[in-house]
C-alpha cells in the first residue's frame, strides 16, 4: 500500500497562526491518511505519524551553499523514508521552488514512477506563465486548488495543461464559528458594550491589497450621528479617530467567533485575487450577511451571489457605499441558512482522504 509523506515548510503542529496550518492541524489530529512528516522539529509531535526532521548543521549548511540547493536537508530526510517502502504519495503545500529539485532527486534516486506528487495551491491566479510552467504541469501527478473557479481560469490560461487536477474547499471549525440565538447575540453585544447598532465587522491584516481604506472612506460617506450603526477592525491598530468605527488591533483566534456571532454585516473588501477567504466563511457559518469583492474564488465562496453580495467593481467607493446603504434599508438581512457542513473542517478532511485514496489507485 501507497505510503503518504507531507513535506512542510514548517513545523508540524505549527505553534503560529497559519490557515492551512490550521486545517492539517485538526486534519492530523483526526481520521488522517498521512504517515510521515517532514518538516523542522516542533515542539510537540502527532501521535502515530513517523517524522523526519530537517536537520541544519553547519556541514549540511556549507553543501547548501556549495550546491545551490536550498532543500538537501529535505532530500536527506526523504531518502531515510524511501529506502523503507516501494511507492510513495508526496504532499507538497504551495512550495514551487522545491518541486524541480525534488524531480531530480528522485530521478537520480531511480524512484520517480514509484512516487505520486500532490501539489496544493492556495492562491488563485496561474503561477508560471503560459508556456515556462508546461515543465511543472508535465512533471506533477495532481494539482489540488481551492476552488473550481481557479481550475477554470487555469485551463483558460494555459495552451496545454497536462495533469490532474482536484478542488478542496477550505474548511472552518463550526463548533466555533456557528449562528446564535436572538437573545444570545443581544447579551453578547452587551457584554462587548455594544447595544442598540447594526455592527459590521471587517478582519484582516492591514495592508492595502485588503481595501481597508476603501471600506474606511465609504465609511465616511454613509456614518452619520443619527445611524444606530458601528464599525469594528479587527487586525488593524491605527492611531486615528473615525465616527462609528473601532479599532480592535489583533485579536486571539478563540475569540474571534464573538465578534462575527454580533455581527449583523461582514465586508470583505479583497483587491487581490483570494484564493479563497477563510474569514469570510467564518463570517458566514455565524450568521453575518457578507458583502464581498468578487475578486479570485470569492464568487463561487458566495454561490455566486446566493450567500450574499457581490461587488463587481471593488476599487470603487460609491460601489460599497451603495451595498452598505442598501443592507441598511433592508427589514431582514440574515434570514437564511447554510448547511453545516458547507465549508466545514469535517468536510476538508473526508474530501482530503478521498484525493489521497484516488492517488493511491492511480499509483497502484
Not at 110 to 127: A, E, I, S, T, V
Not at 227 to 233: C, E, R
Not at 303 to 331: S, V
Request: net charge neutral; glycine share 6%.
Amino acid at each position: 500500500m501507497p505510503q503518504v509523506i507531507l513535506i512542510s515548510q514548517v513545523p508540524l503542529p505549527y505553534s503560529k497562526i497559519g490557515s492551512w496550518t490550521t486545517l492539517y492541524h485538526n486534519y492530523l489530529s483526526n481520521n488522517h491518511k498521512v504517515d510521515y512528516i517532514i518538516c523542522e522539529q516542533p515542539e510537540q509531535l502527532y501521535p502515530e505519524i513517523q517524522y523526519q526532521f530537517v536537520g541544519n548543521t553547519f556541514e549540511l549548511k556549507i553543501k547548501k551553499k556549495i550546491s545551490g540547493n536550498s532543500y538537501l536537508g529535505y532530500f536527506k530526510a526523504l531518502e531515510k523514508i524511501l529506502k523503507k517502502e516501494d511507492k510513495f504519495i508526496i504532499q507538497i503545500i504551495d512550495n514551487f521552488g522545491i518541486v524541480k529539485p525534488l524531480l531530480e532527486f528522485l530521478e537520480k534516486k531511480g524512484k520517480r514512477k514509484q512516487c505520486f506528487l500532490q501539489f496544493f495551491y492556495h492562491g488563485f491566479p496561474p503561477f508560471y506563465e503560459n508556456f515556462t510552467g508546461r515543465w511543472f504541469f508535465e512533471n506533477i501527478d495532481e494539482m489540488v486548488l481551492l476552488t473550481n473557479h481557479s481550475y477554470k481560469v487555469h485551463k483558460e490560461y494555459y495552451t496545454i495543461l497536462p495533469t490532474k487536477f482536484s478542488v478542496l474547499h477550505n474548511g472552518i471549525d463550526t463548533s466555533k464559528f456557528h449562528k446564535i440565538a436572538t437573545e444570545e447575540k443581544t447579551l453578547l453585544k452587551s457584554k462587548l458594550n455594544i447595544t442598540g447598532k447594526k455592527v459590521f465587522v471587517w478582519c484582516s491584516q492591514d495592508r492595502p491589497k485588503k481595501g481597508l481604506e476603501l471600506i474606511l472612506d465609504a465609511w465616511k460617506r454613509i456614518y452619520t450621528q443619527d445611524k444606530d450603526i458601528s464599525l469594528l477592525i479587527i487586525g488593524a491598530n491605527r492611531d486615528v479617530k473615525i465616527d462609528g468605527v473601532s479599532f480592535l488591533g489583533k485579536i486571539p483566534n478563540d475569540d474571534l467567533p464573538q465578534y462575527y456571532q454580533i455581527a449583523d454585516c461582514y465586508l470583505f473588501s479583497t483587491l487581490c485575487h483570494e484564493g479563497f477567504g477563510m474569514s469570510l466563511i467564518e463570517a458566514l457559518h455565524c450568521g453575518c450577511y457578507c458583502i464581498a469583492s468578487a475578486n479570485g474564488g470569492v464568487p463561487e465562496v458566495l454561490q455566486y451571489g446566493k450567500l450574499g453580495k457581490l461587488i463587481d467593481r471593488p476599487n470603487f467607493i460609491e460601489d460599497w457605499t451603495e451595498a452598505i446603504e442598501e443592507f441598511l434599508q433592508q427589514d431582514e438581512n440574515n434570514n437564511f441558512t447554510i448547511p453545516e457542513n458547507l465549508y466545514s473542517m469535517q468536510n476538508w478532511n473526508k474530501t482530503m482522504n478521498t484525493i489521497i485514496e484516488n492517488a493511491k489507485n492511480s499509483l497502484s
